[in-house]
Structure formats: C-alpha cells, structure tokens
C-alpha cells in the first residue's frame, strides 16, 4: 500500500553493519526456547544450553527433584527459564556455568522468583537455595561447596508463610551483617545484580552516582536498591580469578522448594555501567497491513524511550534499517511497564523489527523479538482507495491506497467544481 503525504518529509537510514552499542556487555546467557527436564541421579554437561564463555553443569542427588527448561509455563522471564527442585536431602541438585574466561572481578545478573512449583508463595515451606561464586572443581562436580573456592555465597532459605530468610557468607560462616531489611519473598519477581572485586585495588562503577567498590568486597543491589553495600567476602585466596557460579538446592521436604532463574548475565570484570533496561517479553505479529510490537520491561534505568526500527526483507535494500517511531520510556522505574506500536499501512512483502533503546545520554542498546524473526504482509485482493485523512484538510492531508499488484498508478484531485487541481501519484507503484 502507498502512503501519499502532501508535504515533504525525510526518513533517516540506519545500516545493519554500522550500529554499536557504548555498553561494556557481559555475556548474556540466552536459555532459548526449549524445554525439558533432568532427574538422572548424576551429572549432565550437555542438559542445559551451549553458553557464549564456560560449560554447564547440571546434577541432581539422591533426594530427588530436578533441574527444568520451561517455557513461559508461569510468566517469568522471557521464553525459556531454570525452574529448579530442591532435593529432600543434603545431596545437592546444582545448575551452573565453569571455566568461562576468568577475571578477579566480576558482575552478575538475573532475574529470580522463589517459591513453590507454580511460583506462588504457597506451599513452600522448606529447603534451601543457594548461589556460590568462585574457582575450583566444586563448580564442574557433585560436591556441595568447597569454602576456599568460594568468593561469594548466597543462601535463600525457605520458611512459612513465603518467608525467605536471605544470608551472604561472611568468611567461613552465614551472615546478615549489612543486610538491608528483608530483601526477598516468595511469589515475587527480583532483579539481582553482584559486584565482585578481588583485586587489591578499589573499583568504580555507575549506578545512578559513582560507586567504590573495596578490595576483597561485594555490592548487592536488588530492583536497584544497594541492599549490600561492601560486603565481606569468602574464603577464596586474595587477587585469586573468579570463573564459575552455580545454583544448589538441598534440604526440602517434599521437594517443595523451587528456584526460577532467566535473564542471566555475567561477566569478568566490573561492568561500568548497568544495563539501563532489563526486557522482560518482546513480542511481534500482524494484523491486516499493521506490524503490532509488544513488549515488557522489568526495571528501567535513565530511559528515553525505544526508536522502533523497522527493515524489508527480500529487496534491493535488504540491510537498511529505518525508523518507523518512537515509544517514550520511564525514565527509572523498578517494576515492569508495558509498551506497544503499531505500524500501519505496510506495503506487501516481508519485514523485521528491532527496538533501539536509548537513554537521556544519547547511549543505546538493541533488542530484537523472542517469538518471530519477521512478519509477512500479504498482497491485498483488489484495489482500495481510501477517503483523504483529515477531511477537510490543511495545509496536508493523507491519501492510502492499495493494489493487488505491481503497477502504473495515477491519482488526480479535483475541486468541487469539477476541475482538477492537482495529480498527486503519476508513476509506477508496487503493491
């Protein structure tokens, strides 16, 4: 379909090659969109998806429960999450990655929901959880922790009434010493962030203001909230590398203790600067000659707003990207917002999309939809001629028209008294 405008526009080009992003990125663990459950008493290297730094890791001991890939079977994340079952025993279930390219600092991130196996607060009422960060064979084995391997731990513990009890270790022992509140419950959805610094030095990151980060020290922050501010570290010796984290469950009764984990990112240094936007759900489909885009994010920081990119597939300028709109941002929210465009009046053929997400610096990062990677608009059946839009009209007005195929098109306006005023398509179209 053609959109007449009677007044002169410009369209800005963006090229596929050309686009980088300012971000320091950390490797970004993508789970997909597979499912499938491991229950073998044992070790898989193979269960869960090829990481971009490291190996995986998936156990489960002799107390049952699992280790699951599952797509959107609650609303969490986007696509496919870990769901994992904690065993009834001390024989630990354990997901994680090893070996990646390692640093002695580090930066961590996930989305997490804590809870029984339909993620509510309901039912839950034992076991443990827990996320161990370091170096050594305790991230590619059965064991359940090693205290000189470990930089940094976390433990999630499950109570009554959706209570978790949220502890970090402090040398060799649990603490909540420099703990903000109660930073977690069942049922909820949490966006976690670590920073880990085993140098010998200080370091600095942006989060909202400058941050220092102490030698042999860790920052916690929990929807964007410093909730552990220069934690202790572990055990793990002093200017030693970090290359591995893994997730172990044990202790529940009735296997009732549940983990979902997405969203992951990690990364062998301190990230400069935090992802601005965390994207919880990117979805994209057609309707009649509109590309409808949805999308969700579950925190924001120093958003603008998403510059909708739009390119055509299958012609000459197949590696053009072109802006199609803007959707404006939330500036810095902790909770998910929700966001459409519709891009309407497209001519026949095939079409990506992309969301450019930029914040009040000018800085940028992409994102691209989780459920297709194009829509098709078909041609339509018969010409149309719509009536001009606004009527009346001034000084422009808007004329849509549609043909079934590839074609000369004139179009001529006449006044009221018959005469023509004016041709103001006169040339050969495609559908």
């Known amino acids: 379909m053609q959109m007449i405008r009677l007044f002169t526009f410009v369209v800005f080009l963006m090229f596929c090659n050309s686009m980088s992003s300012v971000y320091s990125q950390p490797w970004h663990y993508d789970?997909?969109?597979?499912?499938?459950?491991?229950?073998?008493?044992?070790?898989?290297?193979?269960?869960?998806?090829?990481?971009?730094?490291?190996?995986?890791?998936?156990?489960?001991?002799?107390?049952?429960?699992?280790?699951?890939?599952?797509?959107?079977?609650?609303?969490?994340?986007?696509?496919?999450?870990?769901?994992g079952v904690a065993p009834t025993a001390s024989s630990v279930n354990k997901f994680g990655i090893n070996d990646y390219s390692p640093g002695k600092c580090f930066t961590m991130k996930f989305t997490i929901r804590l809870g029984a196996s339909n993620g509510s607060a309901v039912g839950a009422t034992s076991g443990n959880w827990f996320l161990f960060i370091g170096d050594g064979t305790m991230y590619a084995d059965a064991t359940a922790f090693t205290g000189s391997q470990v930089f940094t731990a976390f433990r999630f513990a499950f109570g009554t009434s959706g209570a978790i009890t949220f502890n970090y270790r402090n040398g060799t022992s649990w603490s909540a010493t420099g703990i903000s509140g109660t930073p977690f419950q069942q049922g909820i959805d949490y966006e976690v962030e670590i920073y880990g610094n085993n140098t010998t030095t200080s370091k600095s990151y942006t989060y909202g203001s400058l941050q220092t980060l102490d030698s042999n020290k860790i920052?916690?922050?929990?929807?964007?909230?410093?909730?552990?501010?220069?934690?202790?570290?572990?055990?793990l010796t002093n200017d030693a590398n970090i290359d591995s984290w893994v997730f172990n469950g044990d202790q529940s009764t009735g296997n009732v203790a549940n983990i979902f984990i997405d969203n992951i990112d990690y990364h062998n240094d301190i990230a400069g600067t935090p992802l601005p936007v965390v994207i919880g759900s990117f979805n994209l489909s057609s309707a009649g000659r509109s590309a409808l885009l949805n999308w969700t994010t579950l925190s924001e920081i120093n958003n603008s707003g998403f510059v909708i990119e739009r390119c055509k597939v299958n012609v000459s300028n197949s590696g053009v990207w072109e802006n199609a709109g803007f959707v404006t941002g939330n500036g810095t929210v902790n909770e998910p917002r929700y966001y459409s465009f519709s891009d309407n009046n497209l001519q026949t053929g095939s079409y990506k999309y992309r969301l450019k997400q930029t914040d009040f610096n000018g800085n940028f990062e992409y994102f691209s939809p989780s459920n297709l990677s194009e829509i098709n608009i078909s041609k339509p059946a018969e010409f149309e001629l719509s009536q001009n839009y606004p009527n009346p009209s001034n000084p422009s007005s808007l004329i849509n028209y549609r043909i079934p195929e590839d074609g000369y098109v004139k179009i001529t306006l006449f006044d009221l008294t018959g005469k023509e005023a004016a041709i103001i398509e006169n040339g050969f179209q495609k559908s």
């Open 219 to 235: 920052d916690i922050w929990v929807n964007g909230e410093l909730i552990g501010n220069d934690l202790r570290k572990a055990q």
């Open 31 to 83: 789970l997909g969109t597979g499912s499938g459950s491991y229950t073998t008493n044992g070790i898989s290297t193979s269960f869960l998806p090829t990481p971009p730094s490291g190996n995986t890791l998936t156990r489960v001991g002799s107390g049952s429960g699992s280790i699951n890939l599952e797509n959107q079977l609650i609303p969490f994340g986007s696509d496919t999450y870990i769901r």
